[in-house]
């Protein structure tokens, strides 16, 4: 339990890299790219976690109980917001690459020059 | 390269990756004995410094606030590089038809009953817990991130229950363009207003309230999150108006 | 048990759940199938962020990890499907 999530964290990083490198599919790259953005969320947090503490929020307990740490769980946050926009913005080059080429398979649009 | 030779390249390529994580996690501290100064630092006095009780909050618009502007401005490029990409196809389309755009000619059918009454149903409480999540950053776990993407997810029910030209109806580009800029510009001027007063760029200078988390309190993080929660709102529905450009001209013609 | 113990077995588990959805994710093919795969995926994530205490990226992650994201790729590939 003292590494585990950590070993997580390198089976979905591997698990996602090995997606976008075997892919047909410019659509199902961008979904591996997602999944290993998402690693880095359960890193994030996975660092900060105080065992036995309670979420950061002390509206009705006491300010002096043991909380987890609140400074990663912010950069998540915003990350988890920001990566649906920048994915938005990588599936419209996406579809920019389809009607320009008729086809969205990245072994066949390398060959492609400009 | 074939996909064989690519495959062993990436296998060399990860065993390397791997080995230095292992390596690196072997330095860390286990999981749950989080020792670090700095966290405890910011529980020991947000409430007194800010009077904010919603911690995670007072971090992303308060201490880590600079921060925070930055991802807001990834945000808004995002949606305005959209535009811009998704622009140009548009004018090519107009001029000829192509063929491989299929999204505007294929056959919608019409949507069942069940859905629409349960879709519009939910529109109402979907809007007012976006709102409320965008308005009461500083109390509970709510803040402009979030409520931003939940007030949009309202918009999006009512394309889901079929109603396509109400949707554009709903959130036509100019206005949608303008509280994004209102959001986003807003956000820094909060900042350049402290620079104007001969303090930091970002310092809480609002009034700070008496009772920790009501929702008057804790000076410019109230007023930082309701702007992002509207430019988070505002530019997650241009990006979903970008893509259905092409299926609702046809609608509106057809219908 | 102590609650300790309920937490880490709680944690665990979905843990394994997570790196599970993450290899389906990447083993789906068909672009409609792996759309819902990353919803349910989203919501394994969401609900490994509310085991590790923060409610706050739970919210973030259930609204765009299993509502906008999807939508935005159903769009997407409607625009690239090929004509039947």
Known sequence: MQVFPFIVVAWIVVVGLYGMVTSRDLIHQVVCLIVVQSSTYVLLLAVGYVTGGVAPYFFDISPRALAVDPVVQALALTDVVVEAAVTALLLSFAVQAYKRFGTLDPHELAEFKG | ?255 | ?84
């Open chain 3, 1 to 84: 048990m102590t609650p300790n113990a309920v937490m880490d077995i709680l944690q665990v588990t979905v843990l394994v759940l997570v790196a599970a959805g993450a290899t389906l994710v990447v083993r789906t093919r068909d672009r409609v199938r792996l759309v819902l795969v990353l919803s349910v995926y989203g919501m394994l994530l969401a609900i490994l962020f509310f085991v590790f205490q923060a409610p706050d990226v739970t919210l973030s992650e259930l609204a765009v990890g299993a509502i906008a994201l999807p939508l935005i790729l159903l769009l997407t590939i409607a625009k690239v499907r090929k004509p039947q």
């Open chain 2, 1 to 255: 390269m074939t996909p064989r030779q690519r495959l062993w390249l990436f296998a060399v390529a990860v065993a390397g990756l791997v080995a230095c994580y292992l390596w690196a996690f072997a330095g860390l501290p286990g999981f749950g004995d989080y020792p670090g100064p700095y966290g405890p630092a910011i529980l020991k006095r947000v409430i007194t410094e800010t009077n904010a009780t919603g911690v995670v909050s007072a971090v992303n618009f308060e201490y880590r606030g600079f921060d925070t502007v930055g991802e807001e401005f990834i945000l808004f490029t995002a949606a305005a590089g959209m535009s811009v990409v998704l622009r140009q196809l548009r004018g090519e389309r107009e001029r000829q038809s192509s063929p491989t755009d299929d999204a505007a000619n294929r056959q919608v059918p019409a949507t069942s009953s069940a859905i629409r009454i349960v879709s519009l149903l939910f529109v109402g409480p979907t809007a007012v817990i976006g709102w409320w999540l965008a308005t009461h950053a500083q109390t509970n776990p709510s803040g402009g991130f979030q409520g931003g993407v939940i007030l949009a997810t309202a918009f999006f029910l009512v394309y889901l229950s079929g109603e396509f030209i109400v949707f554009r109806r709903l959130s036509p580009i100019a206005l949608l363009d303008a509280v994004e800029a209102i959001g986003a510009g807003g956000f820094a001027a909060v900042g350049v207003i402290a620079v104007a007063m001969s303090l930091p760029y970002l310092y809480n200078y609002l009034p700070l309230g008496t009772i920790p988390g009501a929702v008057s309190s804790s000076g410019t993080i109230a007023a930082i999150s309701f702007l992002v929660g509207i430019e988070v709102a505002a530019a997650f529905l241009l990006i979903i108006g970008e893509l259905l450009e092409q299926t609702l001209l046809r609608r509106e013609g057809s219908s």
